[in-house]
């Protein structure tokens, strides 16, 4: 008997007990190999001693200040820490409790900014389908998921959504990936065209789709063309890098890899690498100027901003990043971990992709790779995989809906940055073989010619 309310009420979970590395350990002692970091979110795995050290003498310091009423040194360190490393022009941290709270402020901040500037009409904003931001309604708003969406929709305020950046699906045969790009970027300026484009807040886009599409890049040109409408239109270019961002792709920020530069950059989970809840909103100096020669306060907050002891274990995670230079460590293994699908996955009947940058990468699944048919909402294909994959010993983080909400299912994998070549190939033959489990265990699928004769 639990009296705790859980995401699923008709399951039982294990019990973690304890973390080392990339192992997780339940209260039966059954052992897992963490290959996703939660949700992408334990960049150095768990129980690092120098975080935990860190967080122990913040703690014994000062656990907790209200930030109407202070600052404190940790969180003026780890703001210099990261706007020193951030996007050029970007001055300030806003510091939150997670991703979700991330965007939500980037959204009100956006509004606000052009509030401050005198451009109150202002109430647009434009994001992609099979996106997510997150679960508050703020968020989920602009989140372009239909099946998160559909039970909450009258909650949410109006978001004009465009294409996502999807080229595995959605780009033409008798087209380059730049030109595909281009093309999303001119429905991005009808978009803008049909609202108008000075009533337009901001753009919003995830730089690497997570969750939602699996590690899905933009094609080459696609975000600098988005860069450059917004700016022409004096909209602005939030990128969610709450997923993707803080070193995940081999950068510290995705969209370095893109060569564009964000007004306002929200990032969390590779932040603080779970040892404590924090994310941030990274905003550029027009955007602070803004406000402080303009009323002077940004008209939103929580009880937990800048929390004194999540800071102190966000500084840590990021301080030996830097020392241990484990972005380059990212792109190895990230390398290693791609070649390693492509050799187990690339003649596989059933993955249809594998596609990714860095440690952030998936493969999409389909019955028949000619037709990238997908599998059966009905089956729960990605559900299987997940409970295959624990038997095994093998956390992944597999989702459904990957085409539209319903149809479709993708594995994405993001392993912490310390994860060793042993480690990448006991991943990679754990999933092979859940996979071939979940797959062995579906009903039998009609093969195309037989089910054109059942349909005669």
Not at 160 to 181: I, N
Not at 373 to 391: D, G, N, R, V, Y
């Amino acid at each position: 008997m639990t009296h705790v309310f859980h995401r699923q009420l008709r399951q039982a979970l294990p019990t973690a007990v304890s973390g080392q590395g990339l192992t997780l350990t339940d209260g039966s002692g059954h052992t897992y190999l963490d290959a996703c970091g939660g949700a992408a979110v334990s960049c150095l795995g768990h129980g690092h001693p120098d975080v935990l050290a860190a967080m122990h003498a913040q703690i014994d310091q000062l656990a907790y200040a209200h930030t109407s009423f202070f600052t404190t040194e940790v969180a003026e360190r780890l703001a210099d820490h990261l706007v020193a490393r951030a996007p050029a022009g970007t001055s300030h941290a806003y510091f939150v409790s997670g991703g979700s709270e991330a965007v939500e402020a980037a959204l009100k901040m956006a509004r606000q900014y052009f509030v401050e500037i005198g451009q109150p009409q202002r109430q647009h904003f434009i994001a992609r389908r099979q996106s997510y931001h997150g679960n508050t309604l703020g968020a989920l708003a602009v989140g372009g998921n239909a099946w998160r969406r559909q039970q909450f929709a009258p909650l949410l305020i109006p978001v004009t959504h465009v294409a996502p950046c999807y080229e595995y699906r959605d780009r033409s045969a008798d087209e380059t990936p730049e030109q595909y790009g281009q093309r999303l970027v001119r429905e991005l300026a009808d978009a803008i065209e049909r609202l108008g484009p000075d009533t337009v807040i901001a753009f919003v886009a995830e730089t690497v789709v997570g969750a939602t599409l699996g590690a899905v890049p933009p094609v080459p040109g696609y975000l600098q063309g988005v860069r450059e409408l917004c700016s022409r239109h004096g909209i602005l270019l939030i990128l969610d890098e709450v997923m993707c961002g803080m070193g995940r792709t081999g950068t510290l920020h995705a969209c370095e890899q893109e060569q564009v530069v964000p007004d306002l950059m929200t990032v969390a989970k590779g932040l603080g690498g779970g040892y404590q809840p924090i994310g941030a909103v990274l905003a550029q100096r027009h955007i602070v100027n803004a406000f402080s020669q303009g009323s002077g306060l940004f008209q939103h907050g929580h009880t937990y901003l800048g929390h004194a002891s999540a800071c102190a274990a966000a500084l840590a995670v990021q301080q030996v990043i830097e020392r241990d230079d484990l972005l380059a460590a990212v792109r190895r293994q990230g390398a290693g971990l791609a070649e390693r699908l492509r050799a187990t996955f690339a003649e596989h009947p059933n993955v249809g992709d594998i596609r990714g940058r860095g440690l952030f990468q998936a493969i999409e699944l389909v019955t028949e790779r000619a037709r990238k048919t997908p599998f059966e909402p009905a089956l729960k294909l990605h559900a299987l995989i997940k409970q295959q994959a624990m038997a095994h010993g093998l956390l992944v983080y597999p989702m459904g809906g990957t085409l539209d909400g319903q149809r479709g299912d993708h594995v994405l994998l993001a392993p912490p940055f310390i994860v060793s070549d042993s480690e990448l190939d006991a991943i990679v033959e754990r999933l092979r073989a859940a996979l071939d489990a979940a797959l062995t265990s579906l009903p039998r699928q009609p093969r195309p010619q037989e089910a054109r004769t059942q349909r005669q």
